[in-house]
Nanobody, 125 residues
């Protein structure tokens, strides 16, 4: 049974940093691509970042340069380092994992079979 458990969310002032973690069980973070998504109240879910099994990464334009996705195979954990946070980054953040190989250069929920429960990030001005 695959479980993804996010942690690291919280409240921070604009310009601050947070690091989100996603601990995986029943799934190897190195096997297929994994991604982070976010959803703010009243808005559609948005793909934030994706890391491919090759180690390549892809980011939404809104977070490019500010966010970094990474993984640690030894800890079987996915990370999202978020710097220079803005109020517009406020959302529930979810990690997600693919069930098979898909190299297309998009961050799409359609490519994700497994989801965590989410962790809240709130950025105040």
């Amino acid at each position: 049974q695959v479980q993804l458990v996010e942690s690291g969310g919280g409240s921070v002032q604009s310009g601050g940093s947070l690091r989100l973690s996603c601990a995986a069980s029943g799934y190897s973070v190195n096997r297929y691509s994994m991604a982070w998504f976010r959803q703010a109240p009243g808005k559609e879910r948005e793909g934030v970042a994706r890391i491919f099994n090759s180690g390549g990464t892809l980011y939404a334009d809104s977070v490019k340069v500010r966010f970094t996705i990474s993984r640690d195979g030894a800890k079987n954990t996915l990370y999202l380092q978020m710097d220079s946070l803005k109020p517009g980054d406020t959302a529930m953040y979810y990690c997600a994992a693919a069930r098979d190989y898909n190299p297309r250069s998009v961050i799409s929920a359609d490519d994700c079979a497994y989801w965590g429960q989410g962790t809240q990030v709130t950025v105040s001005s």
